[in-house]
C-alpha cells in the first residue's frame, strides 16, 4: 500500500534514507549504536526521528529502517520505540513490523521478476538479495513466505549467512561493499542543510557540523566545505541579519 501510494513501482528503493525524509514527516540519523541495540524511533511533538545502528552492514541498516518506519506508521511510538536484537520476534508489533520491512523492500511482483528463469535456490536468494539491497538472509525468509522455497532450504541459506554466498554466487566486491557501510556517520538531511546554510552565513561556527558529522580532522572538514562553496562570505551573502537564522528554518522547513 506504501508502494502503491507514493508511486514506487516495485523495483529496488534506491537512496533509501533520503526517499523517507522526503515522502514522510520523519527525520533519519545512521550512526554506531551498541551491539545489542539495532534503531529507535522516537516521536516529540509533530517530529519523528529514525536512528538505525550504523555498526551493522548497509544491508541490515536497510531492513532496520524499513522496519522502524512501520513503527511510525501505525503508531507504535509511546513516544520512544527501541529495537533490541534478539527481541523482534517477541511481539505482533515487531512480527508487524518485520513483514512490512520484507514486503517494503522486497515487494512480491519485483521478486517474481528478479527471479526468474532460475532453478537455484541459493542462487535465488542471492539475487533478490543484491536486487533489492537486502541480506542473503531477508531474501531467503521473504522467498519462504512468499511460497518460492521450501521452509527448509529457507532455514538452511538464512542461517548459512550472507558472506558465504555471496562470494559463491556473486563477487566478492558485493560482500565488500555491504561491510563498507559499517560504521557511516549520516545526519538527518534536512538538520544537515540547515546546518551548512548557516555556516555558509556566518551564523554558526564549524562546530556544530563537526559534531553532526562525528568528525575529528576539523581543518580536512573546514577545506571540504570551502571546496564546495559553503565558506563563510560576507562578500557573497552580506551582513546577517538579526532574523537570518529564522529565515533559514523557514527555508528548509519540513516539506520544502
Same mark, same amino acid.
Given at each position: 500500500?506504501?508502494?502503491?501510494?507514493?508511486?514506487?513501482?516495485?523495483?529496488?528503493?534506491?537512496?533509501?534514507?533520503?526517499?523517507?525524509?522526503?515522502?514522510?514527516?520523519?527525520?533519519?540519523?545512521?550512526?554506531?549504536?551498541?551491539?545489542?541495540?539495532?534503531?529507535?524511533?522516537?516521536?516529540?511533538?509533530?517530529?519523528?526521528?529514525?536512528?538505525?545502528?550504523?555498526?551493522k552492514p548497509s544491508s541490515r541498516q536497510r531492513f532496520t529502517l524499513a522496519h522502524e518506519l512501520a513503527h511510525h506508521l501505525v503508531d507504535d511510538l509511546d513516544p520512544?520505540?527501541?529495537?533490541?536484537?534478539?527481541?523482534r520476534t517477541r511481539s505482533l508489533a515487531e512480527m508487524r513490523a518485520n513483514a512490512f520491512a520484507a514486503h517494503l523492500l522486497m515487494p512480491e511482483s519485483g521478486v517474481? =521478476?528478479?527471479?526468474?528463469?532460475?532453478?537455484?535456490?541459493?542462487? =535465488?536468494?542471492?539475487?533478490?538479495?543484491?536486487?533489492?539491497?537486502?541480506?542473503?538472509?531477508?531474501?531467503?525468509?521473504?522467498?519462504?513466505?512468499?511460497?518460492?522455497?521450501?521452509?527448509?532450504?529457507?532455514?538452511?541459506?538464512?542461517?548459512?549467512?550472507?558472506?558465504?554466498?555471496?562470494?559463491?554466487?556473486?563477487?566478492?566486491?558485493?560482500?565488500?561493499?555491504?561491510?563498507?557501510?559499517?560504521?557511516?556517520? =549520516?545526519?538527518?538531511?534536512?538538520?544537515?542543510a540547515r546546518a551548512t546554510l548557516a555556516f555558509g552565513r556566518g551564523l554558526i561556527g564549524l562546530e556544530p557540523i563537526v559534531d553532526l558529522l562525528q568528525r575529528p580532522? =576539523?581543518?580536512?572538514?573546514?577545506?571540504?566545505?570551502?571546496?564546495?562553496?559553503?565558506?563563510?562570505?560576507?562578500?557573497?551573502?552580506?551582513?546577517?541579519?538579526?532574523?537570518?537564522?529564522?529565515?533559514?528554518?523557514?527555508?528548509?522547513?519540513?516539506?520544502?
Amino acid at each position: 500500500q506504501v508502494r502503491r501510494a507514493l508511486g514506487l513501482g516495485d523495483g529496488p528503493l534506491a537512496r533509501f534514507p533520503e526517499l523517507l525524509e522526503e515522502r514522510f514527516r520523519l527525520d533519519v540519523d545512521l550512526s554506531p549504536l551498541p551491539e545489542a541495540v539495532d534503531g529507535l524511533c522516537v516521536s516529540v511533538s509533530d517530529r519523528t526521528l529514525v536512528l538505525v545502528g550504523s555498526s551493522k552492514p548497509s544491508s541490515r541498516q536497510r531492513f532496520t529502517l524499513a522496519h522502524e518506519l512501520a513503527h511510525h506508521l501505525v503508531d507504535d511510538l509511546d513516544p520512544l520505540y527501541v529495537d533490541e536484537r534478539g527481541a523482534r520476534t517477541r511481539s505482533l508489533a515487531e512480527m508487524r513490523a518485520n513483514a512490512f520491512a520484507a514486503h517494503l523492500l522486497m515487494p512480491e511482483s519485483g521478486v517474481r =521478476r528478479a527471479i526468474e528463469g532460475m532453478d537455484d535456490d541459493a542462487e =535465488r536468494a542471492v539475487r533478490v538479495a543484491l536486487t533489492f539491497g537486502t541480506s542473503v538472509s531477508a531474501a531467503a525468509y521473504q522467498l519462504g513466505n512468499l511460497g518460492l522455497l521450501p521452509d527448509t532450504v529457507r532455514d538452511r541459506l538464512a542461517a548459512a549467512g550472507s558472506k558465504p554466498l555471496l562470494m559463491r554466487y556473486a563477487l566478492p566486491s558485493d560482500w565488500q561493499q555491504d561491510e563498507r557501510g559499517r560504521g557511516q556517520i =549520516r545526519p538527518p538531511g534536512r538538520l544537515y542543510a540547515r546546518a551548512t546554510l548557516a555556516f555558509g552565513r556566518g551564523l554558526i561556527g564549524l562546530e556544530p557540523i563537526v559534531d553532526l558529522l562525528q568528525r575529528p580532522d =576539523r581543518d580536512q572538514l573546514r577545506q571540504e566545505l570551502e571546496d564546495a562553496g559553503l565558506a563563510p562570505d560576507e562578500d557573497i551573502f552580506g551582513p546577517a541579519s538579526p532574523n537570518a537564522l529564522d529565515e533559514i528554518l523557514g527555508e528548509m522547513a519540513p516539506g520544502r
